[in-house]
């Protein structure tokens, strides 16, 4: 294959080749973490630990009562009526977390109940101290929180990057500053759009957003450095006109005088012109529903009367909030223009030494499990026996470690990390490669770089996307000044060398990541070799109780948060929303984010690289980057 940086034979029986396209997108947000900084409140966590810390403590001395006055019942029963009175007043007492009066003190007193009783209060003033102590850092910090959100969409770049991934919400922060002191933004629209900003400043920073520049890049074997950044270089932009105003507008010039004015404009009137042109296409579509030409499709089902009458209409106030109607939010911004545009650094990023050598090993570990995946996708049995034998390796491992963590009297620990064999999986599936017919593919791995420099990072598995011809998207590659050698179809159609098949209708969907290895409530990070194969994922049930306030939600998340030995940094996958979304547990705004959620079951999966573990930095800043790359396995010659 044109391009190619080398081979190696891997696999089950040892009878492939991996080759790896020299050129692949850097894939970064664009915008730094620190963007973040400030967001998080480890002083409010230590507060609500030692919060739960009296809770406990509680709990213990409420366990202690129920078992030491158990066999005092018939005691109390002969008591005069009275006592038997403030009997039952102590346990109610007891049972809500009460302070004891004098009366109370003096019968458990009489009934040998003394200490405990003195326990009893002392954990209560502890508690009660703990829970003023953690609700007053709790107001504090969602203050702090607040400003630092606001604050933070002062940068344009976030402004732009804000744009380009809604541009609805873009022009609602525009219209409507975001609130930054105590006295600000006590109305519901104003605290709800402080909770969107802050929703959307998170995707944007560490990924799920609209998305960063394009940035290709290159491996260089025969450099010996890990990284090579050089001199950045102009922005370059290119736009293309939607479907939707091209439909809507009809006049094809009009269209390319409107797609023109857009991109020769700088930032941010851009932001001008797309609204100047999305309105132009909703009173054209207007225009078509006045004269006869059908209803617009802003109507409402039924007899009434249409939400925002035209489709996509402004919100009167400048934003459509948390609308679940599709339709009722208008076109999406890649429908009225599709723009990318170029990160200064775009071509001048090369990797090589130690980095390509640990990516190889990576690949060469995980590509044969992907590819043998791939080839029992037709078979949902065979498929689904590969996936057992996994979850058997990684179970068998598990047990392993924890007997010698037991046998070292380490009983309160529990592995962190399960640990495969390329070896091991290789013996385990060899059963599974006889019943396959050798084919190439064409598997596009997305990896990212665990550790602040290349050359010592562990590389982590994203995904693998079934074919990696599409890699470079038609508009990003005019981004390119020089046209560079991409993987095609790297193998001519043969007898003996079949083309990849496509999915299609008669075929189910090819795998998007090797089978996942799920082992119940807890499936610690898994390694195969020295790749990190997956991250360290939790199922967790999400509390039926919402709380009386924020600070409750806020404690109940903690709750099951210490409960499952959660991390601080997390992305959570609920069955509502089609992508994770990352959580702080330290962020007051992201954890009300958390249990506002319906309840449900949730996959929460370890934040991996986690902030101070980034190796892109521009102008010194880390920023979350992904290798998104091109690859052929193919069975070697005989």
């Known amino acids: 294959m044109s391009g190619r940086l080398g081979d190696g034979a891997v696999g089950g029986r040892g009878d492939l080749v991996v080759e790896l396209c020299p050129w692949f997108l850097l894939r970064t947000t664009g915008l730094p973490v620190s963007l973040l900084d400030g967001l998080g409140h480890p002083g409010l966590r230590r507060l609500t630990e030692r919060l739960?810390?009296?809770?406990?403590?509680?709990?213990?001395?409420?366990?202690?009562?129920?078992?030491?006055?158990?066999?005092?019942?018939?005691?109390?029963?002969?008591?005069?009526?009275?006592?038997?009175?403030?009997?039952?007043h102590c346990i109610r007492s007891v049972r809500t977390g009460m302070p004891l009066s004098g009366e109370e003190l003096g019968l458990l007193e009489s009934l040998g109940l003394g200490e405990w009783a003195r326990r009893w209060q002392s954990a209560v003033v502890v508690a009660g101290a703990a829970r003023a102590a953690a609700r007053s850092a709790y107001a504090a910090a969602w203050l702090v929180t607040r400003r630092k959100v606001a604050e933070a969409y002062d940068?344009?770049?976030?402004?732009?990057?804000?744009?380009?991934?809604?541009?609805?919400?873009?022009?609602?922060?525009?219209?409507?500053?975001?609130?930054?002191?105590p006295g600000d933004g006590t109305a519901r629209r104003s605290r709800l759009l402080s909770a969107a900003a802050h929703r959307q400043l998170r995707r944007l920073t560490v990924g799920g957003g609209g998305?960063?520049?394009?940035?290709?890049?290159?491996?260089?074997?025969?450099?010996?450095?890990?990284?090579?950044v050089g001199e950045p270089g102009p922005e370059r932009v290119v736009v293309e006109a939607g479907e939707w105003l091209a439909r809507h507008v009809g006049d094809a010039g009009r269209v390319e005088e409107l797609r023109a004015r857009y991109a020769?404009?700088?930032?941010?009137?851009?932001?001008?012109?797309?609204?100047?042109?999305?309105?132009?296409?909703?009173?054209?579509?207007?225009?078509?529903?006045?004269?006869?030409?059908?209803?617009?499709?802003?109507?409402?089902?039924?007899?009434?009367?249409?939400?925002?009458?035209?489709?996509?209409?402004?919100?009167?106030?400048?934003?459509?909030?948390?609308s679940r109607d599709a339709e009722a939010r208008g076109p999406q911004r890649h429908e009225v223009f599709r723009e990318a545009r170029s990160s200064p650094y775009s071509e001048r990023v090369t990797i090589g030494g130690g980095a390509l050598t640990g990516l190889r090993a990576a690949l060469t570990a995980v590509l044969p499990l992907w590819h043998l995946a791939t080839l029992l996708a037709d078979d949902p049995a065979h498929l689904h026996a590969l996936t057992t034998t996994l979850e058997r390796l990684a179970s068998d491992a598990l047990t392993r470690s924890e007997r010698r963590l037991a046998a070292e009297a380490l009983t309160h620990s529990a592995p962190h990390v399960i640990k495969l064999t390329s070896q091991d999986v290789a013996r385990a599936t060899t059963h599974l490669w006889t019943r396959t017919q050798a084919r190439p593919t064409l598997p596009g791995p997305d990896l990212m770089a665990v550790g602040p420099t290349l050359d010592e990072a562990t590389w982590l598995l994203c995904g693998v996307?079934?074919?990696?011809?599409?890699?470079?998207?038609?508009?990003?590659?005019?981004?390119?000044?020089?046209?560079?050698?991409?993987?095609?179809?790297?193998?001519?159609?043969?007898?003996?060398?079949?083309?990849?098949?496509?999915?299609?209708p008669d075929r189910r969907p090819l795998p998007d990541r090797p089978p996942e290895i799920d082992l119940g409530a807890?499936?610690?990070?898994?390694?195969?070799?020295?790749?990190?194969?997956?991250?360290?994922?939790?199922?967790?049930?999400?509390?039926?109780?919402?709380?009386?306030?924020?600070?409750?939600?806020?404690?109940?998340?903690?709750?099951?948060?210490?409960?499952?030995?959660?991390?601080?940094?997390?992305?959570?996958?609920?069955?509502?929303?089609?992508?994770?979304?990352?959580?702080?547990?330290?962020?007051?705004?992201?954890?009300?984010?958390?249990?506002?959620?319906?309840?449900?079951?949730?996959?929460?999966?370890e934040m991996l690289p986690a902030p101070g573990?980034?190796?892109?930095?521009?102008?010194?800043?880390?920023?979350?980057?992904?290798?998104?790359?091109?690859?052929?396995?193919?069975?070697?010659?005989?």
């Open 52 to 88: 739960l810390a009296a809770e406990r403590r509680l709990t213990a001395e409420r366990r202690a009562f129920e078992r030491l006055a158990a066999p005092m019942r018939g005691s109390v029963l002969g008591l005069v009526p009275e006592r038997r009175a403030q009997a039952r």
């Open 155 to 181: 940068e344009e770049s976030v402004r732009e990057a804000a744009f380009l991934a809604d541009p609805a919400f873009y022009q609602a922060i525009v219209r409507h500053p975001l609130a930054r002191r």
């Open 211 to 228: 998305g960063g520049p394009v940035l290709y890049a290159r491996f260089e074997p025969g450099d010996g450095r890990a990284l090579r």
């Open 264 to 322: 020769d404009a700088p930032w941010p009137r851009r932001a001008e012109h797309f609204e100047d042109a999305r309105l132009e296409a909703l009173d054209s579509a207007g225009r078509c529903a006045l004269a006869g030409d059908g209803p617009s499709r802003g109507a409402t089902a039924g007899d009434g009367p249409a939400r925002g009458g035209v489709e996509g209409r402004p919100h009167p106030h400048g934003w459509g909030g948390r």
């Open 465 to 504: 996307r079934a074919d990696c011809r599409p890699l470079h998207d038609p508009l990003p590659a005019q981004l390119r000044p020089t046209r560079h050698p991409l993987p095609g179809p790297p193998i001519p159609p043969g007898p003996d060398r079949p083309p990849p098949i496509p999915p299609g």
């Open 522 to 605: 807890h499936t610690p990070r898994i390694l195969l070799d020295d790749l990190i194969y997956q991250r360290a994922r939790w199922r967790v049930p999400l509390p039926a109780e919402r709380g009386a306030d924020a600070f409750d939600r806020w404690l109940a998340i903690h709750r099951l948060r210490r409960e499952r030995d959660l991390p601080r940094h997390v992305f959570v996958h609920h069955p509502a929303t089609p992508t994770p979304f990352y959580v702080d547990f330290c962020d007051p705004f992201a954890v009300e984010d958390l249990a506002r959620h319906d309840p449900a079951e949730v996959l929460i999966t």
């Open 613 to 638: 573990q980034l190796w892109w930095r521009v102008d010194g800043r880390e920023q979350c980057a992904e290798l998104r790359l091109g690859c052929v396995v193919r069975p070697a010659p005989r």
